[in-house]
């Protein structure tokens, strides 16, 4: 069973942050979002996630690893690795698109930079990607 309604005021807060610039690191609504600043963004604010501390992408991964679904629905997460490990995450809008923060990297800490590399939180199909991994549920009760 999902909680319906921390997940429609999760989906709220994620379309709240669309356009803000990326930054790598980041974890503020003020100064940016790298990807998994943004998912926890997100999860922290409907109590999934606790208010204090930070996980990354992979960290996020592993909470949910057990939860993993075929087909996206909205609220779920998809992740992306290379090799072993998990480099990206973004928060599904339904069973084709996804946002997240996404462009950047590790030299990406301004606003200059990020526009400069189009680096924003963004609306993209996840399947525009290479491979996806998987679609996990951090809303199952």
Known sequence: MRDLTALEIATRVAW?????PYRWGG????????????????LKSVAILPRIGDWTAQ????????????????GMLVFWRNNR???????CLNEDLSIGAS?????????????EQNAYIKVRSFWSRKNPIGFFDPFLL
């Open 16 to 20: 709240s942050f669309h356009g803000l």
């Open 27 to 42: 974890d503020d609504p003020m100064a940016g979002f790298d990807c998994s600043g943004y998912i926890v963004e997100i």
């Open 59 to 74: 960290d996020i991964y592993d909470l949910y690893v057990g939860q993993k679904f075929p087909i996206a629905e909205e």
């Open 85 to 91: 490990r998990i480099i990206h995450v973004e928060y």
């Open 103 to 115: 462009g950047g990297g590790g030299r990406t800490i301004t606003e200059e930079e990020a526009i």
